[in-house]
T-cell receptor, first 116, second 110 residues
Framework: GAVVSQHPSRVICKSGTSVKIECRSLDFQATTMFWYRQFPKKSLMLMAT?????????EQGVEKDKFLINHASLTLSTLTVTSAHPEDSSFYIC????????????FGPGTRLLVL | KQEVTQIPAALSVPEGENLVLNCSFTDSAIYNLQWFRQDPGKGLTSLLLIQSSQREQTSGRLNASLDKSSGRSTLYIAASQPGDSATYLC?????????FGAGTTVTVRA
């Protein structure tokens, strides 16, 4: 099946630093990728929709200057958490529907961010 | 705004017992509903996808039903095994995005 990877899988950083998370579709092209955030024992919350070659679309309540998204190619989207604070600690998951089949979404393995 | 609820939040059963997981959603104008499995600290694996025009889908020991008018879906797992222990999430697709429930964490005791 289709594979989506995320890097890093886990990151610990100091408060005030910026952290970049990569999401790659390994064997298919994706014009759209989705970024989710998951708190313990809670739902996945959609943060933003990443669009290749154009600006990301952010969900209500998500700060676009805080969570910078870049979708530079058909296989790579990045999420940068700028000036991270402890409340940004969470599990971040990306997903991507193949360009040829928007019905299906493949999810990455997630990135655990801990901000000290 | 779509709200997705899963009951129960946690479930523990002995091996061999059948599992019944429930999902309800508030807005019936959906394109499809998916059930996912999530292992601790991992991403999501899609189990079953039911289109809005369908009433059920089956894959091996898994069967999912959908009653769109009442906003409900049920995932049945027959003859549970310890390897079925995981968190099961349902998600509905309306317009462009997926809305997720908080999941049911299943423990199958050997």
């Amino acid at each position: 099946g289709a594979v989506v990877s995320q890097h890093p899988s886990r990151v610990i950083c100091k408060s005030g630093t910026s952290v970049k998370i990569e999401c790659r579709s390994l064997d298919f092209q994706a014009t759209t990728m989705f970024w989710y955030r998951q708190f313990p024992k809670k739902s996945l919350m959609l943060m933003a929709t990443s669009n290749e070659g154009s600006k990301a679309t952010y969900e209500q309540g998500v700060e676009k200057d805080k969570f910078l998204i870049n979708h530079a190619s058909l296989t790579l989207s990045t999420l940068t958490v700028t000036s991270a604070h402890p409340e940004d600690s969470s599990f971040y998951i990306c997903s991507a529907p193949p360009r040829h089949n928007q019905e299906t979404q493949y999810f990455g393995p997630g990135t655990r961010l801990l901000v000290l | 705004k779509q709200e997705v609820t899963q009951i129960p939040a946690a479930l523990s059963v002995p091996e061999g017992e059948n599992l019944v997981l429930n999902c309800s959603f508030t807005d019936s104008a959906i394109y499809n509903l998916q059930w996912f499995r999530q292992d601790p600290g991992k991403g999501l694996t899609s189990l079953l996808l039911i289109q809005s025009s369908q009433r059920e889908q089956t894959s091996g020991r898994l069967n999912a039903s959908l009653d769109k008018s009442s906003g409900r879906s049920t995932l049945y797992i027959a003859a549970s095994q310890p390897g079925d222990s995981a968190t099961y999430l349902c998600a509905v697709k309306d317009d462009y995005k997926l809305s997720f429930g908080a999941g049911t964490t299943v423990t199958v005791r050997a």
